[in-house]
């Protein structure tokens, strides 16, 4: 029986840093809760935006969201009302699933943080993905589009996106997958990003799943001792 690893766990410590960055311990349990449900929330409050990640760190009064868009206009609006209106309803949501009272006295800080290249960031070519197929494309030519985006820009070395569900309406569920470059999902050192979006269209839904390789990146003493090697 084989066993799926998701490849951005595969490579925290590694590569990758967590999403949520903070510890306590008598109020572990309750803080994940309220991490993982504020997350699923907003995820469906910005599913218009092209949002690649969201993190979250906590010190003893502050609860600090960071958001990671390539459209921040869309989300700060005009004269950062749109910022501030998502911190309100950030922070009444929190407090409103806050069963035990652990976030009493919370302040909320909103960040937003800009994306320059959204072609090599998976869950924002997976939402692109997801906004062709809701306009009717042909997933075929979705598929081809995408890859040849994304492998434009110099830092990708390969790319893979895959479909899954009853594609242009057929009777039968069927799994299609397109490829280009290298995608070496078992070397800890590839920087691998990956990012899955669900598509609601009329006959059912469909899953897309994107994997993007930038490279690989080395330590420091990795460096150094190439550097030996090859003088």
Avoid: C
Wanted: proline share 3%.
């Amino acid at each position: 029986m084989t066993h799926i690893a998701h490849p951005y766990a595969l490579r925290l410590g590694i590569l990758n840093d967590w999403k949520s960055r903070w510890f306590d311990k008598r109020k572990y349990r309750d803080f994940l809760k309220i991490d993982t449900l504020l997350r699923e929330w907003l995820a469906k409050e910005l599913s218009s935006i092209l949002v690649d990640s969201i993190e979250i760190e906590r010190s003893p009064n502050i609860l600090h969201v960071i958001i990671k868009t390539s459209q921040p206009g869309l989300l700060i609006g005009r004269g950062g009302e749109g910022a501030e209106k998502l911190k309100e309803k950030i922070k009444k949501f929190v407090m409103r699933h806050d069963e035990k009272k652990a976030n009493a006295k919370l302040n909320i800080k909103l960040s937003i943080e800009e994306i320059r290249a959204p072609e090599t960031h998976a869950h924002i070519v997976a939402k692109m993905v997801v906004q062709d197929l809701e306009k009717r494309i042909p997933f075929r030519r979705t598929l081809k589009t995408g890859i040849e985006k994304v492998m434009a820009n110099k830092n990708v070395k390969g790319i893979k996106i895959a479909l899954k569900g009853r594609l242009d309406g057929s009777e039968m569920a069927r799994y299609e997958w397109l490829r280009k470059g290298r995608i070496p999902l078992q070397t800890l050192r590839a920087d691998i990003d990956y990012g899955t979006e669900t598509a609601f269209l009329p006959y059912g839904t469909i899953g897309i799943k994107v994997w993007i390789y930038k490279g690989e990146v080395f330590s420091d003493a990795d460096k150094e001792r190439n550097a030996g090697e090859t003088a």
